[in-house]
């Protein structure tokens, strides 16, 4: 079946500019993350969904960071006012909560603030 | 915040040779897992093992844990030129809501043909 898929796989902002990027889980996954991956500070956790719970935000580095899942399927990040050290690779992961805890990552959105 | 370290951080071996890469984190965890990632993009799982275990196989792969010393090693023996790639570890802590995973920094494998 489907993998896990992002949109876009390359995005490149000025400064200033708020960007969303999306993530489209594995059906029947009903838990959703949210990684990135910059040069400085390696993989880092930013948000976790499972169903109809409230999110844990734990990861998000500041209040410019947000994220929303609609009808427990398909998430949307979204960083306002990029700064250049939001530039990094965003990896979305659904898993199942039941059984193996293995996550299936998306390909990334490779972001560019300039 | 990344949870421990990975050693070495970078390997070079000839095809056929096993490469073997050690990971520590620092908090008791519930499993630990080895992902790989090519091109610097999605990554892919590999293995996991659950803290009340000492070794797992999968393949050509095979995962030692040892919670008293908070490290885990994973070895590929038999490397193939398609093995080159980046290694990462990442734990579930005990009290983690979610089973979010806290990441190693990374082992970058490369297997000369």
């Known amino acids: 079946g489907a993998g896990v898929s992002q949109s876009p796989s390359n995005k490149v902002t000025e400064k200033g500019k708020d960007v969303e990027l999306r993530c489209d889980p594995i059906?029947?996954?009903?838990?959703l993350y949210w990684y990135r991956q910059s040069l400085g500070q390696g993989l880092e956790f930013l948000i976790y969904?499972?169903?109809?719970?409230?999110?844990?935000k734990s990861g998000l580095p500041s209040d410019r960071f947000s994220a929303e899942r609609t009808g427990g399927s398909v998430s949307t990040l979204t960083i306002q006012r990029t700064q250049q050290e939001d530039s990094a690779v965003y990896l979305c992961?659904?898993?199942?909560?039941?059984?193996?805890?293995?996550?299936?990552f998306g390909p990334g959105t490779r972001l560019t603030v300039t | 915040s990344q949870q421990g370290e990975e050693d070495p951080q970078a390997l070079s071996i000839q095809e056929g040779e096993n490469a073997t890469m050690n990971c520590s984190y620092k908090?008791?965890?519930?499993?630990l897992q080895w992902y790989r990632q090519n091109s610097g993009r999605g990554l892919v799982h590999l293995i996991l093992?659950?803290?009340?275990?000492r070794e797992k196989h999968s393949g050509r792969l095979r995962v030692t844990l040892d919670t008293s010393k908070k490290s885990s090693s994973l070895l590929i023996t038999a490397s193939r030129a398609a093995d080159t790639a980046s290694y990462f570890c990442a734990t579930v802590a005990i009290k983690a809501a979610g089973n979010k995973l806290t990441f190693g920094g990374g082992t970058r494998v490369l297997v000369k043909p």
């Open positions: 908090t008791s965890i519930n499993n």
């Open positions: 992961a659904s898993s199942l909560v039941q059984g193996s805890h293995e996550q299936y």
């Open positions: 059906s029947g996954h009903t838990a």
């Open positions: 093992i659950r803290s009340n275990e």
């Open positions: 969904f499972q169903g109809n719970s409230a999110p844990d």
